[in-house]
């Protein structure tokens, strides 16, 4: 049997794109799951500025913490992200909502004020101005939290998931928290692929690790790997063990 070769794009990280056999397969939806202080919204800037070195836009959706924040973080591991929207090589969409009575919210941005579109219509109209090729929502969770009807969260989970595939786009998506196997997340098994971000002490020790969950159309490692956040920025330690 012919193996088929599947395209790829990099994450930008040293260490992910080795478990991944090169990237994540090209055109894929990748969720990226862990609790506060991982290093999620670290790993989009990462993987957003090396798209952009590779002359590759990007639309970046900032939800909860302002963008602004992000850029100023961003500048600390030497990334000018700045410099990439002025150059139109990245189109920020920056959305915060109020919520109002029986679960409705308003979405507001904070360059452009009152949103009248839905986000995934928003994200769309950004995806075509700048022609972009990645799409980064961090994160995804904020869209959902005021909404309490089920059927409507997976409605607007399916609806964002589909725009971004319809378009050609390579997309990393963060949320909020760790699953259990007793938990049932859409977002989880409508994504292409699902990498958990863990930080555990053990022997007394903080300890980081990655794990590749699931990803659709190709091979990778499955095993947990640990990972370090220094100036260079995110780093995955591809061929250590979890335990020193």
């Known amino acids: 049997m012919t193996e088929v ?3 790829r794009v990099s994450t930008g990280v040293s260490g ?5 056999g090169g990237g ?3 055109g894929s939806v990748v969720l990226v799951s862990g609790g ?5 919204t670290i790993l989009t800037l990462q993987y957003m500025m090396a798209a952009v070195k590779r002359g590759e836009p990007c639309v970046y959706v900032s939800l909860e913490e302002p963008m602004e924040k992000k850029i100023q973080n961003a500048a600390a591991f030497g990334w000018d992200v700045q410099k990439a929207i002025n150059e139109g090589k990245v189109e920020v969409l920056d959305i915060f909502m109020v919520p109002h009575s029986q679960g409705i919210a308003e979405l507001f941005d904070r360059t452009r004020g009152k949103l009248q579109l839905s986000v995934e219509a ?3 109209r950004a995806i075509r101005k700048i022609g972009a090729k990645h799409l980064v929502v961090d994160p995804l969770t904020s869209i959902l939290v005021h909404e309490q009807r089920s059927g409507r969260k997976r409605y607007v989970i399916g609806q964002l998931f589909d725009a971004v595939q319809n378009l050609g786009c390579s997309a990393l998506i963060t949320a ?3 699953p259990k196997d007793t938990d049932f997340y859409m977002e989880q098994f409508l994504s292409d692929g699902l990498i958990l971000l863990v930080k555990d002490l053990q022997d ?12 659709r159309g190709i091979e990778f490692d499955e095993q947990p790997r640990r990972y370090v ?3 260079r920025g995110f780093q995955v330690l591809s061929k250590e063990p979890v335990l020193i």
């Open 5 to 7: 070769e599947v395209p």
């Open 16 to 20: 992910l794109d080795e478990m991944l």
């Open 24 to 26: 994540i397969p090209k």
């Open 36 to 40: 506060p202080g991982v290093g999620k």
């Open 122 to 124: 928003e994200i769309e």
């Open 176 to 178: 909020e928290g760790i």
């Open 204 to 215: 007394y020790k903080l300890v980081k690790t990655l794990r590749i969950d699931k990803m």
């Open 229 to 231: 956040i220094s100036s």
